[in-house]
C-alpha cells in the first residue's frame, strides 16, 4: 500500500505538476493545474481517459473543442490529437493503458 502524499509531484510542464503511480499494465496521474496552464496538442500510443475534479479545463480532443467541469469523463483513443487549457486552477485524474513510459 502507498499513500499519495507519499508520491513526488514532478512539474511536467509550467503550471502543470502531476503524481505518477505505474502498474505493469496502466499509468494513474493525479494532476494540479493552474489556471493559464496549456498543455500543447499532442498524441500518443496510450489510450486515455480523463476525469475532472475541480475547475474548468477546456480540452479539444480530435479538433472538438469541450469545457469540463467537475464530474466530468473522457475516454480519448490512441493516436487522437487533444490539448487543453486551464480556464481555472483545475484537480484532474489521468490513467492511461499501455503504461504512458514519458512519464516514468
Same mark, same amino acid.
Given at each position: 500500500? /502507498?499513500?499519495? !502524499?507519499?508520491?513526488? *509531484?514532478?512539474?511536467?510542464?509550467? @503550471?502543470? +505538476?502531476?503524481?505518477?503511480? $505505474? @502498474?505493469?499494465? +496502466?499509468?494513474? @496521474?493525479?494532476?494540479?493545474?493552474?489556471? @493559464?496552464?496549456?498543455?500543447? %496538442? $499532442?498524441? $500518443?500510443? !496510450? %489510450? /486515455?481517459?480523463?476525469?475532472?475534479?475541480?475547475?474548468?479545463? /477546456?480540452? =479539444?480532443?480530435?479538433?472538438?473543442? *469541450?469545457?469540463? =467541469?467537475?464530474? &466530468?469523463? /473522457?475516454?480519448?483513443?490512441? !493516436?487522437?490529437?487533444?490539448?487543453?487549457?486551464?480556464? =481555472?486552477? &483545475? #484537480?484532474?485524474?489521468? *490513467?492511461?493503458?499501455?503504461? #504512458?513510459?514519458?512519464? #516514468?
Amino acid at each position: 500500500m /502507498q499513500h499519495i !502524499n507519499d508520491i513526488p *509531484s514532478r512539474e511536467f510542464l509550467p @503550471g502543470l +505538476s502531476g503524481k505518477m503511480l $505505474h @502498474g505493469e499494465m +496502466s499509468t494513474l @496521474g493525479i494532476w494540479e493545474i493552474k489556471k @493559464g496552464s496549456i498543455i500543447p %496538442e $499532442h498524441k $500518443h500510443e !496510450n %489510450e /486515455q481517459i480523463t476525469y475532472v475534479l475541480e475547475g474548468e479545463l /477546456q480540452m =479539444t480532443i480530435g479538433g472538438i473543442t *469541450s469545457v469540463f =467541469t467537475a464530474g &466530468c469523463v /473522457q475516454v480519448i483513443p490512441p !493516436n487522437i490529437p487533444h490539448s487543453a487549457v486551464a480556464l =481555472t486552477d &483545475c #484537480r484532474a485524474i489521468d *490513467s492511461w493503458t499501455p503504461v #504512458r513510459e514519458a512519464y #516514468r
